[in-house]
């Protein structure tokens, strides 16, 4: 089970840009890497992440190979109403982690 | 008398003496760090590092071993009982006779107390665990025992020449082992470098005059 930072207010106001930030722990293993023996290290990388706020997507990244090992992703969108923000990361194995935080609207 | 060729070459060894630092001129190497490197730090959200304190954090309940010990039934909350141990490291250990850092420390606890395997180095639980331990000092000044063993030049030494070649992650991830390629592990180091002996070469090259004046190219290598 990968470990999962993720940094957004609990609270904010109505129509508030708020900043999320997320981070996952993932080797982003390219596929070009040789080991010790010489043979190719498999490609096992995230190839997407989203996060839906009260099941609207609002935000979407497909990944490569280029990005580094824990990916680190922030992004922001607007505080609309009370409710739960979900982040999926899907990778190469088709696993998915999800995780989800409530965000509070005075 | 003429020489028409002249070659010199000047091997100059220097061993660099390390001058004991007062405490209050020690600066942690947060301030040596580069703008960017210091916002990662400064928010746990977006520090990797975190990843490794929280995985450290849950090894830390894990029972292990023969004994079915974890590191919590002996040390309890690691709040408290952990709280400046990092800053005491490298310590010197009486029974093995030499300086040990954290990671040696666990690992000992681990064959000793939790008669468990001890853990590979740069392994991610080992990783976790000084990680996690460490974390515990957070802020603290480090206070390295004044030992007149700990401080003896030939153990202190050793310590570091272990440490230089093993480790790799640190705040800056900054030991030795960056010099090796990392797709041939455990292949011989791409440079090698002392961590107190410098020798420079200096040869010179060229045509030798009477009077000496022109030596030609001159190269150095520091090695």
Request: charge should be negative; charged fraction near 25%; hydrophobic fraction near 40%.
């Amino acid at each position: 089970m990968p470990r999962v930072l993720i940094n957004l207010p609990e609270r904010a106001t109505r129509g508030e840009i708020i900043e999320i930030k997320t981070l996952i722990q993932h080797p982003m293993e390219t596929g070009y890497r040789l080991d010790s023996n010489g043979a190719r290290i498999p490609r096992d990388i995230i190839n997407r992440f989203a996060c839906t706020y009260n099941g609207e997507e609002v935000f979407r990244v497909e990944l490569f190979p280029a990005i580094a090992a824990n990916p680190f992703i922030a992004f922001s969108t607007i505080a609309t109403e009370t409710g739960e923000l979900v982040f999926t990361w899907t990778d190469d194995d088709g696993q998915t982690q999800t995780e989800s935080r409530r965000i509070t609207i005075e | 008398m003429r020489r028409l060729f002249g070659v010199a070459l000047a091997l100059v060894a220097t061993i660099a003496v390390a001058a004991e630092i007062a405490p209050e001129a020690r600066r942690s190497g947060y301030g040596f760090a580069s703008a960017e490197t210091r916002v990662m730090q400064d928010d746990d959200t977006a520090n990797p590092g975190m990843l490794w304190v929280s995985q450290g954090e849950g090894l830390w309940t894990k029972k292990a071993g023969a004994a079915g010990l974890s590191c919590r039934d002996c040390h309890g909350d690691a709040q408290a009982s952990m709280s400046n141990v990092a800053a005491r490291y490298p310590a010197f250990d009486a029974a093995l006779g030499r300086p040990i850092d954290l990671e040696q420390r666990i690992n000992l606890c681990r064959t000793e107390h939790q008669r468990a395997e001890p853990l590979t180095w740069e392994s991610e639980d080992l990783l976790a665990l000084t990680g996690f331990v460490a974390h515990q000092s957070r802020g603290l000044p480090i206070a390295v025992d004044d030992n007149p063993e700990l401080n003896d030049r030939s153990t202190r030494g050793a310590l570091r020449i272990r440490r230089a070649g093993r480790r790799r992650a640190g705040a800056l991830s900054d030991g030795a082992r960056p010099w090796h390629d990392d797709r041939n592990p455990g292949g011989a180091p791409l440079i090698k470098r002392g961590p107190v002996l410098f020798v420079r070469v200096v040869v010179l090259i060229g045509e030798g005059r009477d009077d000496g004046a022109d030596l030609g190219d001159r190269v150095m290598l520091d090695l």
